[in-house]
């Protein structure tokens, strides 16, 4: 079945700093991918997504792009905020396309 | 306008004990979703309907766990003899229609504490 891995955390940056999270699935088909991010305190919310291959989900400055060729969709931003940290889930459909399968989530802290 | 609501937001169970936890989705989401979230961990899916119709509960844990849409609006998902290890956060998400192409709303979660 569908699977997806991100990299654990938590991960600690600075302001204005560059971010990377890693993601890598494992699909049967063509699933579409999705960022999803939980702020202290709320639910989660869509960040951005992409539904096929080269395919580039953009949001707030986070962008990922849907590799094929290496199964991935890593998650960037270029200057990061205080405001952004949170817990960031990777994500991608179920071969049915009935469900969302989740990674673990990757915490984000931004100091200033 | 109104998101997702679940309630209760938070419940303590006894061992053994039955437990309803209540979703309202968006108005006019024909898909509704259930998703477990242990602590530390991923939501992992339990059931999918569309409208009343329960298409998919491929991810429910066990035959403890039974969920209902019966109206296709409001869901309940049911609890039985709670064992320590249901302990988890709840969520539910609703949808205009497929996940390839509509988003889903997620709800803020009950948190399931079983004693």
């Known amino acids: 079945g569908n699977s997806v891995t991100q990299m654990e955390g938590p991960v600690t940056l600075s302001e204005e700093a560059f971010l990377t999270i890693n993601c890598t699935y494992t699909?049967?088909?063509?699933?579409?991918l999705f960022w999803y991010v939980q702020y202290p305190g709320e639910g989660l919310q869509l960040l951005l997504k992409?539904?096929?291959?080269?395919d580039k989900g953009s949001n707030k400055g986070f962008e990922a792009t849907y590799r094929k060729e290496t199964t991935s969709f890593h998650l960037e931003k270029g200057s990061v905020q205080v405001s952004d940290s949170a817990v960031y889930f990777c994500?991608?459909?179920?071969?049915?396309?009935?469900?969302?399968?989740f990674g673990k989530g990757t915490t984000l802290s931004v100091s200033s | 306008g109104a998101g997702v609501s679940q309630s209760p937001r938070y419940k303590v169970a006894k061992r053994g004990q039955d437990v309803a936890l209540r979703c309202d989705p968006i108005?006019?989401?024909?898909?509704l979703f259930w998703y477990q979230q242990a602590l530390g961990q991923g939501p992992e899916f339990l059931t999918y309907?569309?409208?009343?119709?329960?298409?998919?509960k491929s991810g429910l844990p066990s035959d403890r766990f039974f969920a209902e849409r019966p109206e296709g609006s409001v869901s309940t998902l049911k609890i039985q003899r709670t064992q320590q290890e249901d302990s988890a956060v709840y969520l539910c998400?609703?949808?205009?229609?497929?996940?390839?192409?509509?988003?889903?709303?997620f709800g803020p979660g009950t948190r399931l504490t079983v004693t």
């Open positions: 998400a609703s949808s205009f229609g497929p996940v390839e192409t509509y988003e889903q709303y």
């Open positions: 992409a539904t096929k291959a080269d």
């Open positions: 994500a991608l459909s179920n071969q049915a396309g009935t469900a969302l399968i």
């Open positions: 108005s006019g989401h024909v898909s």
């Open positions: 699909a049967t088909g063509y699933p579409s």
């Open positions: 309907f569309q409208n009343e119709a329960q298409l998919d």
